[in-house]
């Protein structure tokens, strides 16, 4: 009999398979889970190579995975100064002052809208802290920033202009910009002329990071990107030296005005991956942000803004998921308002039966009462990021809560009344827009903040298995992730505490005592 390469004892399992929802050990061989059950059946597994871990009481679960994040990408979206913990604008002029220049920039990123107050995102607000210099803020929502004079004239901004897809360079009332850029391509004129960190700085900053990870229990992510265009070569240089703490399948992006051409170039992308990664689906966006006035709403937010779409032509993006659908490719769109949502639903519907489990909405962050059921009977996977409710406030005095007005603020991040409806959902933290720690998604998933603090969570089940059970079948890969079986990816977390009967606030801070991808130990707890 073969012997195993590494045996757990001393667990608490909670597989997530109906044929055996708990057992105490579990040997694994090759990458894979050879036994699971109790001691007597991994007995026979052990031999003089076999690593014997007791786990003395911790709970073991299927691998988390992270259903929504920008790991690769998201290293330059986080450069520079973090100002996630700013709450207004003298501590944001005071933090930009003391900022140290990159390469003659200043760059920071993970801005709150509410800094502002209300006010109009201006330049003005900024550039005597920046003192002159060349400076790039990223907003929290990935999707804006606010540039200084000095930004605008490097990239030879002077005046609005016309994009493909929705995106703005906000200009005052005599046309001159003020700093505020609105999505990807009017960000894209300053982030072209901005400096670079060096591809081995990217590739040291990217093993850093995925260690990080997995210390939070991680073994893997959905990668809503593929970054630059070498991506791909960067990741299997990583694996040559190293083995990957995570499972990392990425997206590329399908943008407006793509034709049969670029179609099929995203389809040919599909065939690329390594020993941890490939490239798995595509990536779409039907709008923006609420608070950037990008959301597809129904009807306009509160300063008129939100009833366009971020494809021009909303046809153009249906036809294309049909014609990736009809090659076997899945899609991920990020749909954040209730128009968007619903064009997207449409979209699948179109598709018939065979569009059960293939595609997925991103971000879903108001939803109506006459959409909700759809998801379960179409089979459209929600992804779920519960951390972004930190953003708003309980009392709807946030900038989200106040575009919407209260009847869509009151319909936030409705997580267990979709799972309720039966349908997938996928949860996620869209680091770096929120944190990429694990066990917050678990907890925010049960307990959320702001906006949504007023609804229902998920139960600890729900949201455990919106990290394992639900992001294998979004990934399409339930036959082989997602549970704790005989057969199945050795990919497993071990919680000092069960992340299904702790308290949120408990679960939020449990320590990771093992994380186990691919067989391997990428995490392990100092005794």
């Given amino acids: 009999m073969p012997t195993a390469d590494l045996i757990l004892t001393g667990a608490r399992v909670r597989t997530l398979d109906p044929g055996r929802p708990e057992a105490t050990a579990v040997a694994v061989k090759d990458g894979l889970i050879a036994a699971v059950g109790d001691d007597g059946d991994v007995r026979d597994w052990r031999g003089p190579g076999t690593e014997t871990v007791d786990l003395a009481g911790a709970t073991l679960t299927p691998g988390l995975t992270d259903s929504h994040s920008h790991p690769v990408w998201g290293l330059e979206m986080a450069t520079g100064l973090d100002l996630s913990a700013v709450r207004d604008l003298d501590q944001l002029r005071a933090e930009l002052r003391a900022a140290g220049a990159t ?3 200043v760059i920071a990123w993970g801005l709150d809208h509410n800094v502002f107050g209300g006010r109009p995102v201006d330049r003005a607000l900024i550039e005597d802290a920046v003192d002159g210099a060349p400076a790039f803020i990223r907003l929290y929502d990935g999707h804006s920033a606010l540039v200084s004079g000095a930004a605008l004239r490097a990239a030879g901004i002077t005046g609005p202009r016309t994009f493909a897809q929705r995106s703005e360079i906000v200009c005052d009332a005599d046309g001159r910009p003020t700093g505020h850029l609105i999505e990807h391509a009017a960000m894209a004129l300053v982030s072209a002329v901005m400096p670079k960190p060096s591809y081995d700085e990217r590739r040291a900053r990217l093993v850093e990071l995925l260690a990080a990870m997995a210390a939070t229990g991680l073994t893997g992510a959905h990668v809503m990107d593929l970054g630059e265009g070498d991506v791909p070569e960067l990741l299997a240089a990583v694996e040559e030296d190293h083995v990957l703490p995570l499972r990392l399948r990425l997206a590329p992006w399908c943008m407006p005005g793509a034709g049969a051409e670029e179609l099929d170039e995203l389809i040919a992308l599909q065939k690329l991956g390594g020993r941890h990664w490939r490239v798995g689906g595509v990536k779409f966006f039907m709008d923006g942000t609420v608070e950037g006035g990008t959301a597809w709403l129904e009807h306009e937010d509160c300063h008129g803004q939100g009833t366009d779409a971020f494809w021009p032509d909303p046809a153009a993006y249906s036809a294309a998921v049909r ?41 879903i962050e108001t939803l109506p009462d006459d959409q909700i059921a759809r998801f379960g009977q179409l089979g459209v996977i929600a992804s779920m990021q519960p951390p972004h409710t930190a953003y708003t406030r309980a009392d709807h005095t946030d900038e989200w809560s106040k575009r919407l007005g209260e009847e869509r603020a009151a319909r936030a991040w409705r997580c267990r009344d979709l799972r309720d409806a039966g349908a997938v959902v996928a949860l996620g933290s869209d680091w770096p827009i929120a944190h990429y720690d694990a066990r917050q998604v678990l907890a925010m998933g049960r307990a959320p903040h702001g906006a949504a603090s007023l609804g229902r969570g998920l139960t600890g089940l729900m949201s455990l298995e919106g990290c394992t059970s639900h992001a294998a079948v979004a990934a399409g890969e339930a036959s082989v992730a997602g549970r704790v079986a005989a057969g199945f990816r050795a990919d497993l977390t071990a919680f000092a505490l069960d992340p299904v009967t702790a308290s949120p606030d408990e679960l939020a801070e ?7 991808t691919g067989g391997h130990v990428t995490h392990r707890a100092a005794p």
């Fill in 103 to 105: 390469r003659g920039w």
């Fill in 323 to 363: 014609h990736l659908h009809a090659a076997g490719v899945g899609t991920a769109t990020h749909a954040i308002g209730d128009h968007a949502v619903r064009h997207v639903l449409d979209t699948v519907e179109s598709l018939g039966e065979s569009g059960r489990l293939r595609h997925r909405i991103e971000h």
């Fill in 510 to 516: 449990s320590p990771i005592r093992l994380t186990l």
